[in-house]
Each structure stands twice: as C-alpha cells, then as structure tokens.
C-alpha cells in the first residue's frame, strides 16, 4: 500500500517504470479524443467540480485511463469525498501512475499522470481515509469505466 512518503519519494527521486508505453504526437490525440478531452488530459485542464460523469457513480469495475486503456483504479477503493471530483484511496498497481511535483497557481501539489501515456488525470493529497491517508482527486474526463457484469 502507497503512503504519502512514497508518492513524495517517487515526486522526487522518480517514478516507478511502467509495464509498457504509449506514445503518440499531439495530432494523434487531437484525433482520437474530444476538445474537452484534450485540454484536460493532454493540456493539464481541471474539469469544473461536479460536472464529472464519474463524480457519482458508483457501478463495479475498473477505472483505465481514457486515452490508452490502462487500468489505473478500481471501484472498491473509491471513495465520496465530498470534493466533486471521483476520488481514490490507491492505484491498482504502484507502477500505474507517475508523479510530478506541481507548482502552479502559488501552491505546491502532486500531479497524477498516467503512466503508460502521461495523460493528465489530476492530482494526489495526503487527506484521505485511512489505512493509506490518500485521496487520488482524478477528472472524469480522464477515465473511462469498464464495468463488471
């Protein structure tokens, strides 16, 4: 289980290597995905809180990342923060995000990307549930569910 002091370590030193890579030019993905879709996972863009087809589901299944398909969270450990945004206690595997250190806006954050694409899917904060203190607050519009039957 991930804790804040691995997300900073990995912010800093380097993030774990993923189990594979895919890498595409920005035309690419202009061409596979909405507007929105773009400027959120490709330019960095936030979604406006509770705007997020994600915010309240609540269906078994996995969480992968919109542009390339890796799953990145699962339901079970999805949680209501009250934030507007789908939040998450863990990442399925620890080599399935990346983690930048995050300075706009006057504030230092934890971006969260996927780590298979760099799509931008939000940010890591140490003020979640316990066991693991995380809250993964991730855009809608980053992920796609694939649902359990």
Not at 23 to 43: A, F, M, N, V
Request: glycine share 8%.
């Amino acid at each position: 289980m991930l804790i804040w002091k691995d997300i900073i370590h990995f912010s800093v030193n380097g993030n774990p290597k993923p189990d594979n890579r895919i890498e595409k030019s920005e035309e690419e993905w202009r061409g596979i995905l909405t507007p929105e879709q773009y400027r959120i996972t490709r330019e960095k863009g936030t979604e406006m809180a509770n705007s997020g087809a994600h915010c309240s589901t609540h269906d078994a299944g996995l969480y992968n990342c919109l542009c390339c398909d890796t799953p990145l969270f699962d339901s079970t450990i999805k949680f209501n923060s009250g934030t507007g945004w789908p939040s998450f206690t863990q990442p399925i595997k620890e080599n399935s995000i990346q983690y930048l250190k995050d300075s706009a806006f006057g504030m230092v954050r934890v971006e969260v990307m996927c780590n298979t694409c760099d799509a931008h899917l939000g940010h890591v904060f140490p003020d979640g549930p316990e066991p693991s203190g995380l809250r993964y607050c991730i855009n809608s519009a980053s992920l796609k569910l694939d649902k359990k039957d």
